[in-house]
């Protein structure tokens, strides 16, 4: 809020700089949107029946083709294995990397650049496209889709469990300092007390995740349950399609409900 200079009684919640810079962002927002809409390429005549179209899908699905269900069942616990094995192998991996992240544990800036800059390689491409890279060096199969994972998660626990170390309290730490201690005991007694409830919500948010994405990289020949979705859609069996889709929207229901009380019981 500002006194304008003419009337000390009027208030104007912005100064003209401010104004100025929220119309320049207005505009360029409207102007990214209707460049947006030209360049997809909306045809009108396709939005019509869309609503007819989606009804007509879903009643294909409806009732489910439940003779599909020991297909869907083996892939579906393939699913649970990948995930599983891929958020442990990225936590292992992650681990070491996030204490060279840590700007209170690391003093090289170097080690804490190449620390930094795995987590960004490894977030910034989709697990669609790592399964897509390991399926090309491993072959299709379920340990395509354990290294997709993994590398994809990289990034998501590491920078995270190295910003929880970073806000560690130093005072028991410069006191086991101050006592002699190794830096193996500094790292048990002083370090890990204060990160482990991070560790553990860092862990388990990552596996709920990796539940998700593993549903959907059999569609590129890296195994779980999109391996059965990949070959409903491909032979247009919209009875196995529907089974398969409900069975991973109440999978990933589930696993949501449990790591939430998990996550409330151990934090």
């Known amino acids: ?18 104004r100025i810079g929220r119309s320049i ?26 609503p007819e179209q989606t009804a007509d899908l879903f009643a294909r699905m409806w009732p489910f083709d439940w003779k599909f269900w020991p297909m869907v069942w083996s892939t579906l ?6 995930a599983t094995l891929g958020t442990i192998l990225a936590i292992l ?13 690391t003093t090289n800036p170097i080690l804490r650049w190449v620390a930094q800059f795995i987590f960004v390689s490894s977030r910034s491409v989709n697990s669609l496209i790592w399964a897509l890279l390991f399926v090309a060096i491993f072959g299709p199969g379920a340990l395509a889709g354990v290294f997709s994972i993994a590398v994809r998660s ?18 028991p730490i410069e006191a086991l300092t101050a006592t ?10 002083g370090y890990w ?33 999109g391996v059965a979705l990949d070959a ?8 196995q399609v529907g089974l398969i889709l409900a069975t991973i929207f109440a999978v990933v229901v589930i696993t949501e409900i449990v790591t939430s009380f998990v996550r409330s019981r151990i934090i």
């Not at 006194?3 to 700089?17: I, L």
Request: net charge negative.
């Open 1 to 18: 809020m500002m006194e304008t200079g003419n009337d000390p009684h009027v208030w104007t919640r912005f100064t003209p700089a401010e």
């Open 25 to 50: 962002v207005y505009i360029v927002c409207a102007i990214a949107i209707i460049w947006s809409l030209q360049t997809v390429e909306i045809i009108p005549e396709f939005l019509y029946d869309a």
């Open 77 to 82: 616990v393939e699913t649970f294995h990948i």
């Open 93 to 105: 991996m992650a681990l070491p990397l996030s204490f060279m992240a840590a700007r209170n544990f």
């Open 154 to 171: 990289i990034g998501f626990v590491g920078k995270l469990f190295g910003e929880a170390l970073e806000e560690a309290h130093q005072g």
């Open 180 to 189: 002699g201690a190794p830096r193996a005991a500094i790292l048990l007694k």
């Open 193 to 225: 007390p204060q990160a482990e409830p991070a560790f553990w919500s860092v862990a388990l948010l990552r596996w709920d995740i990796n539940i998700r994405e593993s549903a959907v990289l059999g569609l590129v020949g890296a195994g779980g349950i």
């Open 232 to 239: 409903a859609l491909n032979n247009l069996y919209w009875d």
